[in-house]
């Protein structure tokens, strides 16, 4: 496997557009028809024999703080003895190969440690987002005893909550700092540097990510000790990371994107990683530490490009930025024109899901053929088609279908083992000899793909995958709620927000005051991104026969009502912005039907 990558370091300092472009095709077909080897271990035969042994006093992750300008660097070498240090500590605590270890922190150089640390000791790691609530927590851990939990002092209280909730009891609870009943990670660093890396099988599971899906509670979706780090090698070349490159991600560690772009795509090829900690995404202060910090490759949601793209961009030394990627959904040309006019690169989109790594996208040879709005092309490790209703391959240009991948030739690398515990799940995506992805494209007659938004009733919000039903079910708990309907309603900033119909008991009425309750009721529920911004209050909604909700329906009445000039003042209507009790001006983004 160890050519793979050595392969990859190769193609991406290629400057020739085609001769890259030839390359990586070669590379895929190569990488795609061979057997997977029975035994594999990233850590071991990759980052430490590859890296750590080449230029073990190479920089290899930098973290900045902020908030408060703290900033810490480590080495290939220190990052990996702070790993190793991390799987003595576990051992001694009794945590062994195919346990779990939750982590439930902030962006912090423990984060990669940790990562580091599950893959070589085989131990399954369990992103897990700060904004999880209490609720959503004791669900994880009813779902997925925790044998060990990272977090930091800021969540400590709530986890512990949650885990007599449930009656979970993990061997060890690590805390960032100091707190009752919690060991200080701090301690970790009194073990050995040096630990035994465990023999894991390609086909074991070690990524396990709670994922939303259109009906009931968050699946798990598990991915393999071959399936993220080879699978990741499309996500490293769409990219374009190279060796001698200071890459920088946007994303929180609780998320697929995290393990992605802050963690496998620079340290596949040996680059520094960056880490930047902060409580509220200031434009001003982030982009002083992407200059600061010398960043050459930068990745970062559609959200923040917009941000960014809006401020004034002379005040900032971007010129030593050499790509700049996008991943969530398509971003508009004048962000992508105004970002290019300050630092020379144009924003690349690209798309993929928990369940894959890169699938489609803009990869560094399309730069100066970029289409703005379009997604790019399928990756070369993926047999990506367009499929209709029936099942029917789509060949045409124009045509809206289901993105899926094809197995019959083979199975692509980065494709998740399977929906853990969920065997009906994995029926209704695994169809015939397809993987179908849940979203919709097109492509045009140059091949160029777009993604034209999901299948089913999944809301995508900013960089989040929210859930229907969990919205709905937070709603219905309020005695007022009889009945809900949570949509994506279209929105220039964020691609969608989410929306809630609600019908009320007998004895309630649609008031001001009663929107501030609900909106009030469900941010003790749910995270903050999984909230509704907007709440209309109806007597009924559209339903099938059989009673199930047409959020289709749903969904074509809000953008109707956008294309006729947005909100129809004769509804009963409360946007959670104008609500001075819940929101502050960071949070307001442009009403629907505004840009």
Known sequence: MKAFFNEVIRINMMEQALEKEAAAKEMFNRLNLIETPEYFNWVDEIFEALHVGIHPDK???IWTDLDTLETKTFTYKEVLQKANQLINFLSSAGVKKGDNLYMVSPVSPENWFAC?????AGIVMVPTAVTMTQRELGFRFETYPPVAILADENG????DKALEQTGAGPRVKMVLGKTEGWVAYAETENESVEAEAAKTKSSDLLFCFFTSGTTGLPKRVGHT???YPLGHLSTTVMIGVRP????????????GKWAWSSFFAPFNVGAVTTGFKFSVLDGEQYLDAVSNHGITTFCAPPTAWKIFAGMNLDSFNLSHIRQSVSAGEPLNAGVIERWEKYTGTKIRDFYGQTETTAMIGNPPWITGRLKPGYLGFPSFMYDVVLVDNEGNEIREPGQVGHIAVKLDQWRAKGLFLEYIGSPEKMSSVFVDHFYYTGDRASFDEDGYWRFEGRADDVIKSSDYRIGPFEVESALIEHPAVMEAAAVGAPDPNRYQLVKAYVMLNSG????????LELFKHTITILPKFKIPRIIEFVSEVPKTVSGKIRRIELRQIETARQEDGGTDPRISEYFYWDFKELSSKKDKPAKPGQS
Request: contains cysteine.
């Open 59 to 61: 920089k290899a992750l």
């Open 116 to 120: 580091l640390a599950c893959i070589k």
């Open 156 to 159: 400590a209280c709530l986890i």
């Open 225 to 227: 000790a071959a399936s």
């Open 244 to 255: 001698d490159d200071t890459h920088h991600n946007l994303s929180a560690p609780g998320w």
């Open 508 to 515: 309630y009425q649609a008031s001001r005051e009663l929107a």
